[in-house]
C-alpha cells in the first residue's frame, strides 16, 4: 500500500496547486491513498464547504486539521456530517468533528489520527495520553495507523514520534509549513517526519505576503494578513506499507515548484 500525505494546503493557491499536482502524482508514483492537512486552505485559516470540495475534488481521500480548524464559522454546519474530515482529538469532550476516522482500502482498514501539540499552542488535552486512549479504542479493528501530529515545535513532534515507534505506521508533523530533511524509518519501523510543509505560494512567508510580514516584524504594530499568490510549492512525503509486516518499508520526500 502506497499513502501519499501532503501538507498544509494554504489559500487559494495551495488549493489550485493540489487540485492540478496531486491528479498526476497519484499516476506516475501509484498512490493508494491521499491524506492532507486542510487546515489553512480557506483564505489561509480554517475550512468552509467551497475550499474542503475543492480538497476532495483534487484527490484527497481524508482531510486533517490543526489549530486553525474553528476559524471559518461555516465549519459547524458540516463537520459533523463529513466522514474522512478529523480535526485534533484531544479538544475536549463534546468538541464538534470526530478525532480520528477510519478509511477502508480494498482489504485493509486505515486508522488516521489527528492531535495538536501544546508547546506554544492552544492549551489542549496532553497528546500523549489522548494517543493512548485512541490506540485502545481502534485496537483490533485496523490494519494502518496513520497521526498527524499538528505541532509548533521540533522536540515535541520527535518525542511523539519515537513515543509511538513501532505501535504505528506514520507519524508526520504539519503546522510550522516548512518541510524537514528528517523523513525516516525510525528503529521500530514507524515513518516519520518532523513537518510535511505546505502546499501554497512559495514567494511568500508560510503563505502570507512576504511585505506584511517584514512589516510587523520591523514595527512590532498589529497587520492584517494576506495571503500571497502566484506560483506554489508542493510538499508532501510517499510512505510504503509492507503488507507482510503491515509496518512502513519506505519514506520519500516530495518537494516540487509549479513554474513561474
Keep these: ?3 501519499m500525505l501532503v501538507g498544509d494546503v494554504v489559500g487559494r493557491a495551495g488549493r489550485r ?11 506516475e508514483h501509484r498512490i493508494d491513498v491521499v491524506i492532507v492537512n486542510g487546515e489553512n486552505s480557506a483564505g489561509g485559516k ?3 464547504r467551497k475550499a474542503l470540495d475543492e480538497l476532495y475534488s483534487g484527490g484527497a481521500d481524508i482531510v486533517t486539521a490543526g489549530n486553525h480548524v474553528w476559524d471559518k464559522k461555516d465549519v459547524f454546519a458540516f463537520i459533523d456530517e463529513e466522514p474522512f474530515l478529523v480535526r485534533p ?10 478525532g480520528y476516522c477510519i478509511f477502508p482500502f480494498k482489504a485493509a482498514n486505515i486508522a488516521v489520527l489527528n492531535l495538536s501539540g501544546r508547546s506554544f499552542m492552544p492549551a489542549l488535552d496532553c497528546p500523549f495520553q489522548k494517543t493512548d486512549e485512541l490506540l485502545g479504542e481502534i485496537e483490533g479493528q485496523v490494519d494502518v495507523i496513520v497521526l498527524d501530529f499538528h505541532a509548533e515545535t521540533t522536540s515535541e513532534k520527535l518525542a511523539m514520534g519515537h513515543y509511538l515507534d513501532g505501535r504505528v505506521d506514520i507519524v508526520v508533523g504539519t503546522h510550522t509549513h516548512v518541510q524537514t530533511a528528517d523523513a525516516q524509518i525510525l528503529p521500530r519501523g514507524t515513518a516519520y517526519i518532523t513537518d510535511l510543509g505546505m502546499v501554497g505560494p512559495y514567494d511568500s512567508i508560510l503563505g502570507v505576503r512576504t511585505d506584511i510580514v517584514i512589516q510587523k516584524f520591523r514595527t512590532g504594530m498589529p497587520v492584517r494578513f494576506e495571503m500571497a499568490e502566484g506560483p506554489s510549492e508542493y510538499a508532501a512525503v510517499i510512505v510504503d506499507i509492507d503488507p507482510s509486516g503491515s509496518r512502513a518499508a519506505t519514506i520519500e520526500r516530495i518537494l516540487l515548484r509549479e513554474e513561474s
Excluded: S
Design 89 to 98: 482529538a484531544n479538544y475536549p469532550e463534546g468538541t464538534p468533528g470526530k
Design 17 to 27: 496547486a493540489f487540485r492540478t499536482i496531486t491528479p498526476r502524482l497519484r499516476l
Design 46 to 48: 480554517g475550512f468552509t
Design 1 to 3: 500500500m502506497r499513502i
